[in-house]
T-cell receptor
Framework: AQSVTQPDIHITVSEGASLELRCNYSYGATPYLFWYVQSPGQGLQLLLKYFSGDTLVQGIKGFEAEFKRSQSSFNLRKPSVHWSDAAEYFC?????????????FGAGTILRVKS | GAGVSQSPRYKVAKRGQDVALRCDPISGHVSLFWYQQALGQGPEFLTYFQNEAQLDKSGLPSDRFFAERPEGSVSTLKIQRTQQEDSAVYLCAITISGTSGSAKGNEQFFGPGTRLTVL
């Protein structure tokens, strides 16, 4: 069965500093991988996804993530954080199926940005 | 979320009441998912529809939970005899129409959710 671990419950960074949010997954093969962001009272917004090909994927809002098969990781990065990035971030994995691909989410990492 | 509305946005129910939560996707979205997000947790899968067919309901926590999508568009998640542990945000998600079977068909777009509080 798939599972996702986000080791950091909370992370605080200064505005303008770099950011890395960790995600490790468990799955028997190469999964589909996603990062979502959730602001308070909002639904989930897709930041980026990995399906195949280049292991470094670019997303919206200046985020990127790197798939490392050997480490079963898909860490999210941003070179310079903005105050508006404060939110909760979820990593998710999905099986490589034709349809009905339910997502398994991690518990989330709350990002705080200090000025 | 892109192409998905949910209502009500907030629902307060007394323990034992029945509730119905609605998901209204923009027409043409074949696949529809329901997730439950408890406080401080990530979303957890409840059930999945392809058109009107409910193909996976393995995540429904008990027989008090029931979902339907009779015409392959609007979906309703019903919870009977609500309990305090049902308090959560219920999220609906859809995949892009016409892409089933492709990688892109696995991108899920979420609605804003319904926050259910059971007293």
């Amino acid at each position: 069965a798939q599972s996702v671990t986000q080791p950091d419950i909370h992370i605080t960074v200064s505005e303008g500093a770099s950011l890395e949010l960790r995600c490790n997954y468990s799955y028997g093969a190469t999964p589909y991988l996603f990062w979502y962001v959730q602001s308070p009272g909002q639904g989930l917004q897709l930041l980026l996804k990995y399906f195949s090909g280049d292991t470094l994927v670019q997303g919206i809002k200046g985020f990127e993530a790197e798939f490392k098969r050997s480490q079963s990781s898909f860490n999210l990065r941003k070179p310079s954080v903005h105050w508006s990035d404060a939110a909760e971030y979820f990593c998710a994995v999905g099986a490589r199926r034709e349809y009905g691909n339910k997502l398994v989410f991690g518990a989330g990492t709350i990002l705080r940005v200090k000025s | 979320g892109a192409g998905v509305s949910q209502s009500p946005r907030y629902k307060v129910a007394k323990r034992g009441q029945d509730v119905a939560l609605r998901c209204d996707p923009i027409s043409g979205h074949v696949s529809l998912f329901w997730y439950q997000q408890a406080l401080g947790q990530g979303p957890e899968f409840l059930t999945y529809f392809q058109n009107e067919a409910q193909l996976d309901k393995s995540g429904l926590p008990s027989d008090r939970f029931f979902a339907e999508r009779p015409e392959g568009s609007v979906s309703t998640l019903k919870i009977q005899r609500t309990q305090q542990e049902d308090s959560a945000v219920y999220l609906c998600a859809i995949t892009i129409s016409g892409t089933s079977g492709s990688a892109k068909g696995n991108e899920q777009f979420f609605g804003p959710g319904t926050r259910l509080t059971v007293l």
